[in-house]
C-alpha cells in the first residue's frame, strides 16, 4: 500500500510539471475533417495530430507511441513522454 502512495505522489508531480508546460485543447469540425482525410491508419491518432497542429507556440506531440506518428506532420515533432520530462529536467533541474 505504501509503494502505491509514492508512485501517486511522484505521478501527481509529474502530470503537476507537465501541466505547466501544457496546453490542452479540443477538436473541431475543422480538425476532424482533415483527420478523416488523412493517411493515418488510426482517427484518433489524426485527431489528436490535427488539434495539436492548430495551437500556436506548440514545440512538440507528447505520446507514449511514436510508432502510430510516423505520418504526422513533421511541423510537428513526436517526443515520448520520458523524453519530454528528459528535456524539462534539463531546462528546470527537476529530477
Not at 28 to 44: G, R, V
Not at 64 to 71: C, E, Y
Amino acid at each position: 500500500m505504501n509503494n502505491h502512495k509514492i508512485q501517486r505522489v511522484k505521478i501527481v508531480d509529474y502530470v503537476s510539471t507537465i501541466l505547466k508546460h501544457s496546453v490542452l485543447t479540443n477538436p473541431n469540425n475543422q480538425i476532424f475533417t482533415s483527420a478523416l482525410a488523412s493517411h493515418f491508419t488510426d482517427l484518433e491518432d489524426a485527431v489528436q495530430d490535427y488539434t495539436a497542429l492548430q495551437i500556436k507556440g506548440i514545440d512538440y506531440f507528447i505520446t507514449s507511441n511514436i510508432r502510430d506518428f510516423k505520418k504526422a506532420s513533421v511541423q510537428l515533432p513526436v517526443i515520448t513522454p520520458s523524453q519530454f520530462m528528459n528535456n524539462i529536467a534539463d531546462k528546470t533541474s527537476i529530477n
